[in-house]
């Protein structure tokens, strides 16, 4: 019924501009698409290319597991799509990254809407692993109404100043290659940077007041040092402040031992096992907690979304494909 191997237009990356597009692998279930089928985002790592077997792998398991139309998306910066250079071509770090992959989403529910398929839009979820669990909160971000349920497998946290400048912070060794010098072209603003962090306090009060219900399931190791754990209980704590109850998995030994995690580094194991672990009582069409969203989702509102920041305020617009802009004074 639907493309496995689909292309789609995207947004401007301000660093090359003009025309971009985004690939994306999409798998129905083996059962096929029914009413109650919904949809899931399965996000590769930072470097990662969506079509790699243990991605296409997850879009089977996970999509015929929790009846989900699955996307792999290859998202702004994945492997052999736009470079990323210090100083000069920074990593996006979930903006526009989170962008393509809410846009993958919308595009999957117009050719179900125009083919006529019933499906069910309310049973929206998404996980990602390393760089794919940062993109996954900020795709939870940009959209507030879409998601009833995402996973955070190790994800960096927001755009601290160590990950943004290579510091070093708790010995990681992530550089998105920003630059400190407003002459820059890589010229970090406290616009972007409040953009990019999923624990803003303000930005999360916006997306509890849209979405109360929206369950995050952070799953992280406390020896992780590729993206250290300390951040994210931080984005952990915020969300709990904002009156989200999130599900927080701050891996030690009990959980090597009592999970199926295999270790409390970054490399945590099998995700396709660990997932389900962690997720099923919320993604199963009939499990414990089964999770849908209680009202119309970003795509059926057609509205705006707004996140005010220092110098200005994000607007994400869903009157048609879905975009994203800053309207204020300090970004270019």
């Known amino acids: 019924m639907l493309e496995q191997q689909q292309e789609f ?3 401007t990356w301000p ?4 025309d971009r597009t985004v690939k ?3 798998r129905e279930p083996a059962g096929g698409v029914t009413p109650n089928t919904g949809m899931m985002l399965v996000l590769h790592c930072w470097g990662g290319r969506y079509d790699e077997q ?3 792998g997850w879009c089977e398991k996970f999509g015929d597991r929790y009846n989900v139309i699955t996307a792999s998306v290859n998202y702004l910066q994945s492997a052999g799509a736009e470079p990323w250079v210090l100083g000069a071509l920074p990593y996006d770090h979930g903006y526009l990254q989170a962008m393509d992959a809410v846009r993958a989403l919308y595009h999957i529910a117009e050719q179900l809407s125009t083919g006529e398929v019933a499906f069910n839009p309310r049973r929206c979820y998404a996980m990602g692993i390393s760089g794919g669990g940062n993109v996954t909160l900020m795709a939870n971000k940009l959209a ?4 009833a349920c995402v996973a955070d497998h190790c994800g960096m946290p927001g755009l601290t100043d160590a990950i943004a400048y290579g510091a070093g912070e708790y010995g990681s060794h992530l550089n998105a290659g920003y630059s400190q010098d407003p002459l820059s072209p890589a010229h970090l603003t406290k616009d972007m940077q409040q953009m990019r962090d999923p624990g803003d306090p303000a930005h999360l009060r916006i997306q509890f007041a849209a ?16 993206c250290p754990v300390v951040h994210k209980i931080t984005v952990f704590r915020n969300m709990v402040d904002a009156g989200f109850r999130p599900d927080g998995h701050f891996l030690s030994q009990w959980h090597v031992h009592s999970t199926p995690a295999a270790a409390t580094e ?3 194991g099998d995700h396709a096992e660990i997932l389900p672990f962690f997720a099923d009582a919320y993604m199963l069409e009939k499990g414990e907690l089964a999770l849908e969203l209680s009202g119309r989702n970003d795509f059926e509102r057609g509205g705006q979304v707004e996140y005010p920041t220092q110098n200005g305020r994000y607007v994400v617009n869903y009157s048609g494909v879905p975009s994203v802009r800053f309207e204020g004074s300090s970004e270019g």
Request: charge should be negative.
């Open 211 to 226: 979405n109360p219900d929206n369950k995050v399931i952070i799953i992280h190791g406390l020896d992780d040092r590729s």
């Open 144 to 147: 507030p109404h879409t998601f």
């Open 54 to 56: 243990l991605y296409l």
């Open 266 to 268: 970054h490399s945590m």
């Open 15 to 18: 660093f090359e501009p003009g």
């Open 24 to 26: 994306m692998y999409v």
């Open 9 to 11: 237009e995207a947004q």
